[in-house]
């Protein structure tokens, strides 16, 4: 076992002793390791990872050793790690040992971590170390308690420029009762924000980040990006605040004469623009001193920010203790009132208009300012003349009771004179009000709302203790406790402060925002002992304080969301100096900072950092209920006092706030957040961070897929949730890539969309097969915008795989009710014979699970997404009655712009016993109900006999189906023979009709194994059989077959789709094998196979049954190309295939013939229920 030494601290671990009870391995023994502490003097490793190595020696025994992962694995051989686990008592699990660590392991790496102090502090280190060695030092573990960590910070931040300058104004506009509302509802906002924050931030580990990480890792990277910026403009503009406050006390309190545009003479708007003017000048410079400061060191800050907080401490104290000296001795603050206006104490000395003397009555500086000269018989104002002056005490203490008259408000518009009703006022309304500015006048117009939005900024700051979080020696427990005890220290504050101020200010004075009735003095600093200059320095300090620490913080949030890399634009604010420090972000700070300065109103900057603050808070209160309601596992906080229903109310309460301080502004922000949220979704990193919206989502859809197990959808909400069935080449790329257009074409991003594909195999030898499949699924929905799910299936056979995607598809009730599948292109092709019976079962199960088909033929030719089509038409050829499918696709089709001009036409087939006038008639009026645009034609299909040409097709139909299976030829014989037989009867066929389209016969087709119980259907049974299940859905009846299927066919290559109909029919029978020598044969002659075929026909032995489907197909397919051989897409039923088996390739046959020289074909197959209603 490894040795301490009790002198040295040194580390002895006897690597010659094999630790694994073996003996050693090594050629030579390698002595004792010694490992010495920093103070020790070094290592005995070259570098100085050598603590890090020290479980991994202690294992392999290695004398070179290596640092391949973390924990105790090793990338070793299968022999090595063997050998590393011999005599153990976990042999069992060594082939866990690659991927999981050992649990001494886990627990070693836990106890060694430690929560670096982030930030600041860090930058602050790097500094202090540029001059030294580029070896590392460790860092001291963090120890910032309760105390300094979180609790003062909070004060710091809480506590500010609202309170010195703006606090004694709102108690004068707003009253007693409505400050006290005002902060009561703000200060219980902050409460119940800091019980959620305070469980958010105890649940788990929380890194330095603050509310950017709490908010981002709770409710995902888009609301977490989002939220994120909000606050970041939040502090970035109280920095702005802060500094606008710090200007207004140097310029109004303490150096009035340092403004570089002078105020002395302006009036009105002229007065107000040169102030705001001073305001931009000193403010920019300012932030450019503030900005200078945070670029060339942290430290500077970090060290002054004590002092900071001791100014805050200090001018609190001094305003209590001069509360209490009012009760004892008020001080002498006098104020001047004319009638009952206040007059700005400013160049006048006696409140009076005369004063006796010795030698007389002599007027006042007072009678100078309102008259023309100082003579007793001089012009003066009316008002003047009219009124008596009177003084007044602007502080008469806590217990003159004042409070009563200050109990409710008194809100002005800008520019009304700040009077005192209880005094008597001669005065005439019809008179405009002269020499304005020698009265206190209301510089703003003033509202309840308005007061709300000023106020809510001095109760900011509660995140400072979570935003060092890094810094502290047990932030769960640090945390909770600090911000809570803060906020309770300053509601107290705030609220007793109101009450305060209202029992001992007067009323004018509470209203005069900028002291101009007392001497100019700093309202607040005339209730402060001993001097009103403690308020002022003090409260000076203070906001340049805050100031600092707001540029210093925005930076680097703007930097911990660029790092994250959740919103791509502001990649390039991750960066900084070689410290870290953040120049970019800095940069960028000052200038929205700057935009700040530059509206130069404190009261119109509050309201804007106030929106920011309070949606911040609001989705801090979102992610502790969202977590809480959910139940997530990992929802364990060490703070247990939260409940969901408080973080609700402290989540409205925000919300409300909002609203309250300023709709418009709570509109911008929030459309501001709502910009960054999409963005973010539609161009940020993909993150995963286990956030509640993601568990939302998980419970939002399991109540939803259980409401969709109650019953199936009403008619009026069917829409086609697709199940895509598409085929993979040997690369596992997607052979049929239109398929997916056409999708996205027909589902426009709605409702529910499966793409699937299946693998022939084992799962577990196809696996990464599998994976890559899944993967170009993946990103072939994302090229063509399908919005959806793909599913890879792997099985020992396709058929099995693809009845299985058929099976097991979907969830619930969220599952595919129509399957779209391309139609089998080169199913002729001897090599091909499985797909096209895998093709005809597909269409078997669909029918028997009720899904509808879609089966596009010749996909190659569909448009693409990209593709207009600016005229044209969708021509629906409704045949037999499908639930409304083919009234319904074209419909959704016509709604993507690919289709959108297209025009649709409906057409159906009347027999001679029908009235095609009164159909086309009724069918008018179902398609106007069915609120649907199209042209409607009955085509009427007169009964003939069948031609000849229709006996030979059929008969070379069943002769090739009954050569295949009596010659027991190899497949390259039967090619060459067939061939050269089908070749004879060329000339036969091409007699009997050479203007008329034909379908290419397959001549290598493999002969499916038929049982012995399976017999040849019969005509009998199709004559007779009565129209039934979907399975045998009848195209067409003639007078003497009452039920007979007809079927539809295949899409055509593009070169076949260029040719004439003739050329067509030329090239089908040489189609193969052109120009090769018949090879000879072994058991059967060529020539005995030829006298077969060359015998006459007998067409009364054909089975009756296929010469009628094959006489509908050709009639329907003369009648569709009459028609539609122009459209840009053909809708047709598709019948169902043959019960009997050993027709099935009769039946693909029939559909090739039924669809021939069509461009574009869209064979559709209702499930067996109605998808389109003509009821609202």
């Known amino acids: 076992m490894p040795e301490v030494s009790p002198r040295d601290g040194k580390l002895q671990l006897p690597l010659g002793q094999n630790n694994r009870g073996k003996a050693a391995a090594h050629s030579e023994p390698l002595g004792p390791l010694t490992i010495t502490s920093e103070q020790g003097g070094g290592s005995a490793f070259p570098n100085d990872r050598a603590k890090d190595l020290v479980y991994v020696l202690l294992l392999s025994g290695d004398s070179n050793p290596k640092e391949s992962s973390p924990f105790i694995n090793s990338s070793e051989a299968a022999a090595e790690k063997s050998q590393q686990y011999d005599g153990k008592n976990m042999a069992l699990f060594e082939e866990e040992m690659d991927t999981s660590p050992m649990v001494s392991s886990l627990l070693s790496s836990l106890a060694n971590y430690s929560n670096l102090p982030q930030g600041c502090k860090e930058h602050e280190e790097a500094e202090n170390n540029e001059a030294e060695s580029a070896r590392k030092k460790p860092v001291k573990a963090p120890q910032l308690g309760t105390l300094m960590g979180v609790y003062l910070p909070c004060i710091q931040n809480i506590f500010g420029v609202i309170l010195f300058l703006r606090m004694t104004w709102l108690v004068g506009i707003g009253g007693v009762i409505g400050t006290f509302i005002i902060v009561f509802m703000c200060c219980t906002t902050t409460m119940l924000t800091a019980i959620s924050m305070s469980a958010v931030a105890t649940n788990g580990v929380v890194p330095a980040g603050g509310s950017y990480y709490m908010i981002s890792r709770s409710l995902g990277p888009e609301f977490g990006g989002a939220v994120g910026i909000c606050f970041y403009l939040g502090t970035t503009y109280a920095g702005a605040m802060y500094i606008l406050g710090a200007i207004e006390l140097l310029l109004i309190y303490i150096a009035p004469k340092a403004a570089i545009f002078p105020l002395e003479g302006l009036e009105g708007a002229e007065a107000e623009a040169a102030l705001l003017n001073n305001m931009r000048v000193y403010g920019t410079i300012l932030l450019t001193s503030m900005a200078t400061v945070v670029f060339v060191g942290v430290k500077y800050v970090n060290k002054l920010a004590l002092v900071f907080l001791a100014c805050v401490i200090l001018s609190i104290l001094a305003v209590y203790a001069g509360v209490i000296k009012t009760g004892i001795e008020p001080p002498d603050f006098p104020v001047c009132i004319l009638g009952n206006r206040t007059l700005v104490w400013k160049n006048f000395d006696v409140c009076a208009k005369t004063i006796e003397t010795a030698n007389g009555t002599v007027t006042t500086q007072l009678w100078r300012i309102f008259c023309d000269s100082p003579f007793l018989n001089a012009t003066c104002d009316k008002y003047f003349l009219a009124n008596n002056v009177t003084q007044i005490q602007g502080i008469p ?141 003090g409260s000076f300090f203070s906001t340049c304080g805050a100031g600092l620490q707001s540029l210093t913080g925005a930076p680097r949030l703007l930097q911990a969301i660029a790092k994250d890399g959740i919103v791509p634009a502001l990649r390039i604010f991750g960066h900084g100096k070689a410290n870290g420090e953040p120049t970019w972000s800095l940069l960028l700070t000052a200038c929205i900072c700057e935009s700040g300065i530059l509206i130069a109103s404190l009261d119109s900057v509050a309201p804007i950092l106030s929106m920011f603050f309070l949606m911040c808070y609001m989705f801090v209160n979102l992610a502790c209920a969202l977590q809480t309601l959910l139940r997530t596992p990992n929802w364990r906080p060490r703070f247990k006092f939260y409940h969901w229903a408080l973080s609700f109310l402290g989540m409205s309460l925000c919300l409300t706030l909002m609203f309250l301080c300023s709709w418009y502004y709570a509109i911008v922000a929030m459309g501001i957040a709502g910009s960054i949220y999409k963005y973010i979704e539609f161009a940020g990193a993909e993150k995963e961070w286990g956030d509640g919206i993601r568990g939302l989502s998980l419970s939002a859809a399991r109540y939803a897929l259980m409401r969709l197990e109650e019953g199936q959808p009403h008619t009026k909400n069917w829409r086609p949730q697709l199940l895509v069935l598409v085929s993979t080449d040997a690369e596992q790329n997607v052979e049929q890539p239109r398929l997916l257009s056409l999708t996205n074409q027909l589902k426009a991003g709605k409702g529910l969309t499966i793409v699937g594909t299946a693998l022939e195999g084992t799962y577990l030898a196809n696996y990464e097969q599998a994976q890559r499949a899944d993967q170009a699924l993946r990103k072939l929905m994302e090229t063509e915008k399908v919005k959806g799910f793909c599913q890879v299936t792997v099985s020992s056979n396709l058929r099995d795989a693809t009845s299985h995607l058929l099976q097991a598809s979907g969830l619930g009730g969220l599952k595919h009710n129509a399957v779209l599948v391309s139609w089998p292109r080169n199913w002729k092709q001897g090599d091909e014979h499985q797909t096209w019976r895998n093709f005809i079962e597909l269409v078997r199960e669909t029918t028997i699970a009720r899904l509808a088909l879609l089966v596009p033929k010749n996909i190659s030719a569909f448009p693409s997404n990209g593709e207009r089509f600016t005229e044209g038409h969708i021509d629906v050829w409704w045949i037999v009655h499908d639930g409304g499918m083919l009234m319904l696709l074209p419909f959704l089709l016509r709604q993507h712009k690919v289709w959108r001009k297209c025009k649709m036409r409906i057409f159906t087939v009347a027999q001679m016993d029908d009235n095609s006038i009164q159909m086309k008639k009724d069918l008018t009026t179902f398609l106007y109900h069915l609120r649907i645009d199209a042209m409607v034609e009955v085509v009427e299909m007169h009964d003939s006999d069948i031609s000849a040409y229709t006996y030979e097709k059929t008969l070379v139909m069943e002769q090739r189906s009954q ?214």
């Open 963 to 1176: 050569m295949l299976k009596q010659i027991n030829l190899t497949k390259t014989e039967r090619e060459r023979e067939i061939q050269s037989i089908t070749d004879s009867s060329r000339g036969s066929i091409r007699r009997k009709n050479p203007a008329a389209v034909t379908t290419q016969l397959s001549v290598t087709e493999e002969p499916p194994a038929t049982s012995k119980e399976e017999k040849p259907e019969e005509e009998s049974k199709s004559a007779s059989s009565p129209v039934s299940p979907p399975a045998q859905v009848q195209l067409i009846h003639d007078n003497t077959t009452p039920a007979s299927p007809a079927t539809p066919a295949t899409p055509l290559t593009p070169g076949e789709e260029a040719q004439s109909p003739g050329e067509q029919i030329q090239r089908t029978w040489t189609e193969k094998c052109d120009g090769e020598a018949a090879k000879p044969l072994g058991v059967t002659t060529h020539d005995d196979i030829k006298d077969i075929f060359n015998m006459k026909p007998e067409w009364e032995n054909l089975n009756q049954s296929n010469v009628r489907r094959m006489h509908t197909a050709l009639r329907l397919n003369e009648v569709i190309l009459k028609k539609s051989s122009e459209a840009k897409l053909v809708l047709l039923n598709m019948p169902g295939a043959p019960k009997n088996r050993t027709g099935d390739e009769n039946y693909m046959e029939f559909l090739e013939v039924l669809t021939d020289g069509l461009n574009r074909v869209l064979l559709v197959r209702g499930g067996g229920r109605e998808v389109i209603t003509i009821y609202s």
């Open 397 to 537: 203490g806590i217990t003159s009771g004042v409070l009563s008259d200050n109990l409710f408000g008194t809100y002005y518009e800008k520019g009304d004179l700040i009077a005192k009703p209880i005094l008597e006022s001669v005065e005439d309304h019809d008179d405009p009000v002269t020499n304005a500015n020698r009265y206190v006048l209301a510089d703003i117009t003033s509202f309840f709302t308005l007061l709300v939005g000023i106020y809510f900024p001095s109760v900011t700051g509660i995140m400072a203790g979570s935003n060092r979080s890094g810094d502290l020696r047990d932030a769960q427990k640090s945390i909770p406790i600090g911000t809570i005890a803060a906020i309770t220290t300053t509601s107290t504050v705030y609220m007793s402060s109101v009450i305060l101020f209202g029992a001992c200010i007067e009323g004018v004075v509470l209203r005069d925002k900028f002291g101009e009735g007392v001497h100019g003095n700093l309202v607040i600093g005339t209730l402060a002992w001993p001097s009103p200059w403690v308020i002022v320095i």
